[in-house]
Structure formats: C-alpha cells, structure tokens
C-alpha cells in the first residue's frame, strides 16, 4: 500500500441557523480559516480538495484551495455530512495513493480520524477551522502528524 498524508479540516464557524439558514462562514469562521491556511503556505500538498457541499464546508474549501492548493482541483463529495457513517470514506481512502485534503463537520471529521487509527472512540479535539494531518504508512496504518488549532494559527 502506497503511503499518502490525509488532511482533516473541520470548516470554519458558521452562521446560526436562524440567521442564515444556509449557514456561511461568520466574519469570524473566515479569518480563522484564512489565518490557519497563512500558518500552514507552503506546507500542504495535495492535488485533490474535497468537501461535503454545506455552504460552510464549501467556503471553508475554497479558502483553504485558493491560498494552499490552487493548483488542486476542488470537489463536493457525498458521505461527508456531519452524521454520515465513515465507513466508506474510509474504504475508500484504501485504494488511494495521492495525498487528499476533506473539509467536513463534526462528528464526522472526528469519527473518521479515529476511526483510521483504529480507536473506537473519538480522540481529537476538532474546533471550527481545526485541520489535521494524517500519514499512511506503507503497511496502511494511519498516525497522526499534527494538529492546528486557529487559537494555535493566530500566537
């Protein structure tokens, strides 16, 4: 099995529901996402960026596409919602060999971290605008690499 880094993103903070009931990224989600992406330039790689199609997960993406990976190209993808099992995104990360980075929700990003690193409950603290980067050795055990935080981005 081909080795790849997997990068987990939990989109940035969001309008209520009541306030929009699209729910975009607040003024707030934005600047997270934008300074953890200034934190990480240069440091990501992936030819791939996904996510669910929630306007928030979208924006997230495409903020995080146009300031880390412009060259990638973007995509929603079915069976990111924040309640969807994880279980077929992760079988399907089995056939992959190129790095890929997923803009999704809680629980579902924290579900699917722990899940790949085969514990059974969730592990990782994910906030709004929180992305990980995971490792998949040559044997498909998966291990966490690091963790940015926006409170972690803006020090």
């Given at each position: 099995?081909?080795?790849?880094?997997?990068?987990?993103?939990?989109?940035?903070?969001?309008?209520?529901?009541?306030?929009?009931?699209?729910?975009?990224?607040?003024?707030?989600?934005?600047?997270?996402?934008?300074?953890?992406?200034?934190?990480?330039?240069?440091?990501?790689?992936?030819?791939?960026?996904?996510?669910?199609?929630?306007?928030?997960?979208?924006?997230?993406?495409?903020?995080?596409?146009?300031?880390?990976?412009?060259?990638?190209?973007?995509?929603?993808?079915?069976?990111?919602?924040?309640?969807?099992?994880?279980?077929?995104?992760?079988?399907?990360?089995?056939?992959?060999?190129?790095?890929?980075?997923?803009?999704?929700?809680?629980?579902?990003?924290?579900?699917?971290?722990?899940?790949?690193?085969?514990?059974?409950?969730?592990?990782?603290?994910?906030?709004?605008?929180?992305?990980?980067?995971m490792n998949r050795d040559s044997t498909g055990s998966w291990i966490l690499a690091w963790m940015l935080t926006p409170e972690l981005a803006?020090?």
């Amino acid at each position: 099995m081909a080795s790849m880094v997997l990068y987990l993103c939990q989109h940035g903070d969001a309008l209520s529901g009541e306030a929009d009931p699209d729910r975009p990224l607040s003024e707030r989600g934005t600047a997270d996402v934008c300074n953890v992406a200034n934190v990480l330039s240069g440091n990501i790689e992936t030819s791939v960026v996904v996510h669910s199609g929630k306007t928030r997960a979208r924006q997230t993406a495409e903020l995080l596409h146009e300031r880390l990976t412009p060259q990638a190209v973007i995509q929603a993808w079915d069976g990111l919602a924040p309640n969807d099992p994880v279980d077929a995104v992760a079988d399907g990360l089995r056939s992959r060999d190129a790095n890929l980075l997923i803009v999704g929700h809680m629980p579902f990003v924290g579900r699917l971290a722990s899940h790949l690193m085969g514990i059974d409950r969730e592990v990782l603290a994910f906030r709004p605008a929180t992305i990980t980067a995971m490792n998949r050795d040559s044997t498909g055990s998966w291990i966490l690499a690091w963790m940015l935080t926006p409170e972690l981005a803006s020090r």
